[in-house]
């Protein structure tokens, strides 16, 4: 069974602008989380999406959004980038269970590189 | 609030040795979840492990091994016999039940360096 899988690999933008992130779960898989990682504040939930639907949110701006689609494919959006907005991008997808905590697997990343 | 806290930023050790990497966790819910992951340097957080709250019943797989007690909150990962390969950053998380269920809560990470 293929793994979760993310494009871009890498990517470098300059402030202002705004970036897509996409995500394909492992097939099956219903529910595709986001979180980010910095150095300084470490991984950090962002969103999940189960059916086509946000589920539950971290502390984020609104700047950062996503949407799931009927294949469960998943894109993040982060909008007006900012230097701070650095960091490598992981996306989980699982079952998307509601009453057991399913086990997330990560896909490997999008490094971005705010200028 | 959930909280989970890995003490040790960083653990050095030469290749054979035993090694344990702890992980504290702070939660109110009465079902949770308790995940360990590996992070090699190439990024992708692999899976090691999940327990459930009401399991304390400790595991082993291979040289890794995993012991879980709820009385001090503590959720604890032993590497026997380290091997170079062995080297990364590993994540304790940890995550509740209902809406949570799919929100993972990680401490700031050990990286762990296993010298030839």
């Known amino acids: 069974k293929a793994g979760v899988t993310q494009t871009p690999r890498y990517l470098i933008k300059t402030r202002g602008q705004q970036v897509t992130l996409s995500c394909s779960p492992i097939?099956?898989?219903?529910?595709v989380s986001w979180y980010q990682q910095t150095p300084g504040q470490g991984l950090q939930f962002l969103f999940e999406?189960?059916?086509?639907?946000?589920?539950n949110k971290g502390n984020f701006p609104g700047r950062f959004s996503g949407r799931q689609f009927s294949n469960s494919r998943s894109e993040m959006n982060v909008s007006t980038l900012e230097l701070g907005d650095s960091a490598l991008y992981l996306c989980?997808?699982?079952?998307?269970?509601?009453?057991?905590?399913?086990?997330?697997?990560f896909g490997p990343g999008t490094r971005l590189t705010v200028l | 609030a959930q909280k989970v806290t890995q003490a040790q930023t960083e653990i050095s050790v030469v290749e054979k040795e035993d090694v344990t990497l702890d992980c504290v966790y702070e939660t109110r819910d009465t079902t949770y979840y308790l995940f360990w992951y590996k992070q090699p340097p190439s990024g992708e957080l692999v899976f090691l492990i999940r327990r459930n709250s009401f399991d304390e019943q400790n595991e082993i797989s291979g040289r890794y091994s995993w012991n879980f007690q709820k009385s001090t909150s503590s959720f604890n990962f032993t590497i026997t016999a380290s091997q170079v390969v062995d080297s990364a950053v590993y994540f304790c998380a940890l995550s509740g039940e209902g809406q949570g269920a799919q929100k993972l809560v990680f401490g700031q990470g050990t990286r762990l360096t296993i010298n030839p």
């Open positions: 989980a997808s699982s079952l998307g269970g509601t009453s057991v905590t399913d086990t997330q697997y």
């Open positions: 999406y189960f059916s086509e639907t946000q589920r």
């Open positions: 097939s099956g898989h219903r529910s």
